[in-house]
Each structure stands twice: as C-alpha cells, then as structure tokens.
C-alpha cells in the first residue's frame, strides 16, 4: 500500500532512472513490470479518491479488520515466513540517491537492519512514551530505520512534510518528543526566527540579540566545564580556561534564567513544547545553526551514516552531546581515518582523512556491480568517501566534506567546498549556495538568495526593477553578495587566498527535489546542478 506521493514519486523515479534500472536488472519486463503494478495497482490510503475507477479501495480501519480474522482464523502464514528468513538473507536493495554519479543498487541483508534496530533505542534513550513525528519520505533509508525504531519501542508516529505551512502546525498540534530531521529543515526554521525577529521593534530586536549573546556564552562555559565542546588538538582545557568558565556559568546564571524565560522558551514552543530531541542527518549541520538550537535548549543530535551502512555509523544522544560533532560510533562500529592518499596508513586523532568503517551493518554490495563493491570494500572495511577526524580522544567523529566534492583547480589546488559553502550561508542574503570550479582557473558561487531579506535590503537602499531577473542582475545587487562573499571568506575567517571566490552568479530559483536537483534529505545532487548550469560556471570561473 501507498500513499499518494510515493506512488507520484516512484513514477517518476522509474521515469528518470529507467536506463540505470535496466542496465542492473538485465531485463527490460522486470522493470515495465514494476512501473506498471505501481500505475494499476498502488492503493491510496490516504486523502480523498476518484470512486469512478474499477481499483478497489480499502480503508486502513478494513486492512486491520482482515488482519484480525485471520488471527481469529489461526492463519500462521507470517509467522511462517518470518521462521524462514535467515539474517544474512536479501532484504532490500535500495538505490543511492547520486549526488555526484549514477544511482547503485546497495544490497543490505536483514542483520544489517537489525543492528540499527538492536542498538539506537538503547543509545539514544528512545522508548514506548515517546510521540515520534516523521517528516522524511518513507522510502528513505534513514525515515525507514526511524520506522523501524519506532515500531521496535512501541512508539506512536505522526506523518507531516518538510514544508514550514504544513510542519509547524503539526508540531503544534502533536507535540513530538522526538522528530527525525535533515540539517536543511534546522536551517529553515533558524532563517524563520531570525526573519521575525528583523521585522519585530527596536525593543524586541535588543532583547533578542542580548538574550542570544548571554546564551551562547554560558553555554560555551557550560561546554568546557561539561566536556561537550570538542577538543582536536589537546587533551583537555588548561586550569585557567575551566577557572574562567566557572565564573562564567556563575555569573551569567540569574541572566540566562531570564534569557530563557523572555525568549528561548517562546523558540521551544515552536517545535510543541515537548521535544525531547531531534535527530539530525544526511548532512551536516552548520556550527552556527548548531550553537543557535543548543543556546535556546533544543538538543538536535546530529547523526551520520549512509546507506551502505545501513544507515547509522555515529550519532549524538542525550549523555554523549558533543557540539558540531556527529557524536561516538554506535556499538559494534568502528571508524578509522586514513590517509587519502594511502588507505593503509591510519591518522592520528585530530587529523583529517578519509573515513572507513567495519562492522554489523556494512552491505553486502552493489547489486550486479561486484567491481564497484570491490572498490569501496576492502578487508571488511567500508570507504565511505567521506573526509573527516576524530576529537583528541578519539571518541567522536567531524566531518569536514567528500573527497568526490573535492574541487581541483587548474593550478592543481585542492580545495573542500562545504567548509566555504557553511560561511557563505551565515549570510542572511543567501538561501542556497554551491561552490564550483573543478578544473577551472578560479573558485565561483552559484547562489540563490533569500528573496525576502533581499526585499527589504532593496527597499532600505532604493534599488528598483520589475522582475527577479531584473533583480538579480542589479549592479548593485551583485555588488552586495560580493562584499559579502569577502567579508564571510577571508584570511582573517581562516581561509587560504586560493579559497577565495572570484565569481558569484544568482539564480532566481531554489534547488528542488523536483527539478532533479535535490535528493530526497535534501542535499545537493553537485553533478546534476553542474550540468544544468555549466554556462554560469564557464562565465564566473574563467
């Protein structure tokens, strides 16, 4: 049975993906076999329906009332079944979602699943009182574990979508305890205050930015004394800086009370009033996203995993909450960094490189693509393409980007987008950007901006045009993102002049999952948008 909108989306999954389908499956009848049951045969279960068609249409009240009789009846066949699946049997081959490339079959067995489903509850304190609220599409690897999870506490579930008219209502009316996320849904609602609070009085705007400002500083001396804060290069803070924190956190006691009373409890009232905490993944969160939600006391767990590992490697929970980390390794996984350049030679903590992992919930492989499996599996170990490093005691994990992402200049510099790409977005003119320039002379940024802050900053200067084209082709609109794009990406900041972006182009629309650009958790498809927008590319990259 399916909704609706995974009966729209698997059409046009099939639509887009036909030829990669049929190249893995060797058979053009499988795959018309499967777009055609999906067009006949798909029950819609949920909103209105045509009546005036032949399908039958079964309420979900009915589906239960079968399944009752036949328990009544002693039917056994599933229990029959499930005493016949072995762990290491099939269980699902799902296709990635290709942000740099074509799609691969991944193959995970039922014990893969399984040690996701044996060890988050416990890990992350989740249990049968909790109300979780989805907003993920069910096909999803990382929603399907959360089901899964979910269903293995007891717990209730509430269906809503990654739409801010749709999704702050129903954290209102449901008032989750626990919310399955992506970073783009935290940076969203992060843009929304910050957005009210431009438009709030003189008054209104102080007391916000003085509430934030004692709240970031007690909690940054509440991270040292806690150890929540991560440490790279040393083993602990030296005696002067905890002295220092315990007279923070001392004196800024009565005001972060306060703080918390006139507005960070109205920023929790958003998400119900009830949340427990969210889990955050299939991406990273940005540092200042991540410090603003932990300031105002919404604990997101920022988690990673991909779905050749079933999908969770490493996750923040409730007793190991390590800001602008992805937290410790699940039980049972291990995670090493090795040198990109040589995946024998292991790093040591604090150093970046590419990040293998063994364990449980590795897949057994690509789908009829034993050399691509043979190439990111090597002695059990799993390359997840992934840069990152361990803290100084090596017990939680930061991502710092994708060797795939890696952009080469011509002059053989080697440059990390996501890093420029999470400065550019503490603009509050910026919406979206992607950094490009592989192969060319010089870095650029495609960037979509926050139409709304860009009215305003319009209105405030004078600046006149009829249309978005008009707009963003304004002299002294490109002006604006260019002093921006200085001041956010400069020496000062930590950046090498090499990293510094040359040539921006605004694009007059958002990336969407639609358009093909967007992959279901909302991340970048880089090869797809580089396609579309080679011309742009050309032109600002030289």
Not at 144 to 156: F, M, P
Request: glycine fraction near 8%; include cysteine; proline fraction near 4%.
């Amino acid at each position: 049975f399916l909704s609706s909108e995974a009966k729209k989306f698997l059409e046009k999954y099939l639509e887009e993906n036909i030829e990669n389908l049929l190249k893995e499956t060797r058979s053009k009848g499988t795959a018309d076999s499967v777009k055609n049951s999906l067009i006949n045969r798909a029950v819609v279960i949920d909103g209105q329906y045509n009546k005036t068609h032949s399908y039958k249409i079964y309420s979900f009240d009915k589906i239960n009332k079968f399944g009752e009789e036949l328990l009544a009846k002693g039917d056994t066949k599933f229990s029959e079944i499930s005493k016949n699946v072995q762990p290491d049997d099939l269980a699902t081959i799902i296709y990635t979602s290709g942000t740099t490339s074509d799609p691969k079959g991944v193959m995970l067995i039922h014990s893969n699943f399984i040690h996701n489903i044996r060890v988050t509850p416990p890990t992350q304190r989740l249990n049968k009182e909790d109300r979780w609220l989805s907003i993920l599409p069910s096909w999803h690897i990382f929603e399907r574990i959360a089901e899964y999870c979910a269903l293995s506490t007891g717990a209730s579930t509430a269906y809503s979508k990654p739409f801010k008219q749709v999704l702050l209502p129903d954290l209102k009316s449901e008032k989750p305890t626990v919310m399955v996320s992506v970073p783009r849904i935290w940076e969203s609602v992060y843009k929304g205050v910050m957005d009210n609070v431009k438009k709030g009085s003189t008054l209104q705007k102080t007391i916000f930015n003085w509430a934030i400002g004692i709240g970031e500083e007690h909690k940054k001396a509440e991270g040292i004394l806690n150890n929540t804060l991560p440490l790279f290069d040393q083993a602990d803070y030296t005696p002067e800086e905890i002295t220092q924190a315990k007279k923070t956190v001392k004196s800024l006691g009565w005001k972060y009370r306060l703080a918390d009373k006139l507005v960070f409890k109205k920023i929790r009232e958003v998400t119900g009033g009830e949340l427990r905490f969210a889990i955050s993944g299939g991406g990273a969160l940005l540092e200042t996203v991540d410090l603003f939600f932990n300031t105002v006391g919404i604990m997101v767990c920022e988690g990673y995993g991909l779905t050749e590992t079933s999908p969770v490697l490493t996750a923040r929970n409730p007793e190991n909450y390590i800001m602008f980390t992805v937290g410790p390794p699940l039980p049972e996984v291990e995670i090493k960094i090795v040198d990109k350049d040589d995946y024998n030679k292991e790093l040591p903590n604090g150093e970046v490189g590419i990040v293998l992992t063994k364990g449980p919930m590795v897949m057994r492989g690509y789908y009829k693509n034993e050399e691509k499996t043979k190439e990111v599996i090597k002695n059990g170990w799993f390359n997840t393409g992934d840069l990152g490093k361990k803290t100084y005691n090596g017990k939680y994990l930061k991502l710092v980007g994708r060797i795939k992402d890696t952009i080469v200049l011509r002059g053989g510099e080697n440059i990390e987008p996501h890093p420029l790409e999470d400065r550019l977005k503490e603009c509050d003119y910026i919406n979206m950007v992607i950094i490009v320039g592989q192969d060319k002379s010089r870095l650029g940024a495609l960037i979509v901006p926050d139409f709304e802050a860009l009215k305003i900053y319009t209105e405030k200067e004078n600046i006149e045009y009829k249309n978005i084209d008009e707009l963003i082709n304004h002299p002294k609109v490109i002006s604006l993102f260019q002093k921006e794009q200085k001041r956010l990406i400069s020496k000062e900041h930590g950046f090498t002049p090499y990293e510094t972006v040359m040539g921006i182009a605004l694009l007059p629309n958002e990336f969407t999952m639609e358009a093909g650009e967007m992959t279901e958790t909302l991340k970048m498809k880089r090869f797809e948008i580089h396609k579309k927008y080679k011309e742009e590319i050309d032109r600002i990259c030289g």
